[in-house]
């Protein structure tokens, strides 16, 4: 495991945050209202609400921990808006969100801008270890972190990693008195054999996650994975409208659209700067365009719904993209269906070719598995890296938070790519010396297929 910084990488994080709520509250609450306990379907969290207040606890076979705050409760009949949902502890370092809670009938509808909501049923009361929660000392914190993996962690088999020979191994080499520094070395000794980038420890040291790449990315920094698609805009678009600090967007010689897209940022949905806009303000320039290339050979995520955004510009009719699931204890949760509809403007359903290699991250992922259903898409590059699956948490007791991977993006066919990456269907390496000369194979890739098609 490593240390790593990345602006956008937290973004991912906030993007891609799991979470429901809980706390006390009245557990005789009239069901017609939100008011009580509810325990959410996967997740492991708790959402408690009276009136205008909410909290969070999670809760596994190590204890009752209390996991988030909301700063205030905003109702509107069935809706109530969720203001400021706060991590406790390092968790608060990822910032704050906002969700919306909707009563159906006998469940607690959670959006958190994920692609799908988070269920709850009502609760009579919180568990009895919330009576009695664990101290915040190590042992405490180990017991915490692995009854937390053990029920929610979905990529054990996949990864490897005998779950229980960890807790075997290291469990007697923690007591209480154990200091943050060898805990902490202990915690990365038990995760880092999972290799999953979606894994990671947030600490007073900062963010400690397993920087996962392919050879051609290794030992760079962030700032220089992106140089290397900056250096692609260039190449192929220098005089964009738009130049390539986090999106680039411009036309090429040879008459196709391209699109550089370092994150899928939360605003690219409901922002100023919409993915609906930046295909109008494209089509509106370039009435003409032969193609559209999007490249996001270095994407480090962000919102999945932003991705869908940007796909339902590129399609004229609603596709099944597959669904989506949640594990806990053992088993998957019901599916969720996940489907694109077209845009009701700027919409370009010519030629699409999606760039993707090993550093193409999380909601970069899900948007190259969404497009692997478009008849118009070509994926051109290498495989992404992996880690589709959202980004869940958990706090432990001595305020250190921990995010790992519980859930599951299933294509059409049933298919799921988490470890392997999302296959492309046109193999070109990433060769960031060549284009950094002035040659692109994938860009070559995309004009050969181009003229035979």
Request: proline letters at 4%; a negative charge; hydrophobic letters at 45%.
């Amino acid at each position: 495991m490593k240390r790593i910084f990345p602006s956008a990488c937290a973004a991912a994080v906030i993007a891609g945050l799991s979470a429901s709520f809980a706390g006390p509250a009245a557990a005789n609450a009239d069901k017609s209202d939100i008011d009580g306990i509810w325990q959410a379907q996967g997740y492991g969290f708790w959402l408690s609400v009276t009136g205008e207040e909410a909290t969070i606890d999670q809760i596994t076979a190590g204890g009752c921990v209390s996991m988030a705050s909301i700063k205030s409760v905003i109702r509107d009949g069935a809706v109530a808006r969720l203001q400021d949902i706060t991590l406790n502890g390092m968790g608060g370092a990822l910032g704050p969100l906002q969700g919306e809670l909707t009563l159906e009938e006998d469940r607690l509808l959670l959006d958190l801008g994920k692609a799908n909501l988070i269920s709850f049923t009502r609760a009579d009361a919180l568990p009895e270890s919330c009576t009695n929660r664990p101290g915040s000392d190590a042992l405490a914190s180990f017991d915490v972190l692995w009854h937390g993996f053990q029920e929610h962690y979905a990529y054990f088999d996949l990864r490897g990693v005998n779950w229980d020979e960890m807790r075997a191994t290291y469990r007697p080499q923690v007591t209480a008195e154990t200091d943050d520094e060898t805990l902490l070395n202990i915690f990365i000794q038990m995760l880092g054999p999972l290799r999953d980038g979606h894994v990671s420890l947030i600490t007073p040291e900062g963010q400690i996650a397993d920087d996962v790449l392919p050879e051609w990315a290794e030992g760079l920094e962030a700032e220089q994975m992106v140089n290397v698609v900056r250096n692609a805009f260039t190449l192929h678009a220098p005089e964009g409208t738009r130049p390539a600090s986090s999106m680039g967007l411009g036309m090429t010689a040879e008459g196709l659209g391209y699109m550089t897209l370092i994150n899928f940022d939360d605003a690219l949905v409901a922002g100023e700067v919409t993915m609906a806009s930046i295909m109008g303000e494209l089509l509106t320039a370039e009435p003409k365009m032969k193609a559209l290339v999007i490249d996001t050979r270095v994407n480090f995520g962000g919102s999945d719904l932003a991705g869908y955004a940007l796909a339902a510009q590129l399609t004229s009719d609603s596709v099944e993209i597959g669904n989506k699931a949640v594990w806990e204890q053992g088993r998957w949760h019901t599916d969720t269906p996940l489907t694109i509809q077209p845009a009701n403007a700027h919409v370009w359903d010519g030629p699409v070719y999606l760039l993707t290699s090993g550093v193409t991250i999380s909601a970069a992922e899900t948007f190259a598995l969404a497009l692997s259903h478009f008849d118009n898409v070509t994926l051109v590059g290498a495989p992404s890296n992996g880690i589709l699956s959202d980004m869940s948490f958990l706090t432990l007791p001595n305020g250190w938070a921990v995010s790992l991977s519980n859930e599951r993006y299933l294509n059409a066919a049933g298919e799921n790519f988490e470890g392997a990456g999302v296959p492309v269907d046109i193999a070109v390496p990433v060769l960031p010396e060549e284009i950094a000369a002035g040659r692109d194979r994938a860009y070559e890739a995309v004009l050969q297929h181009l003229a035979q098609n």
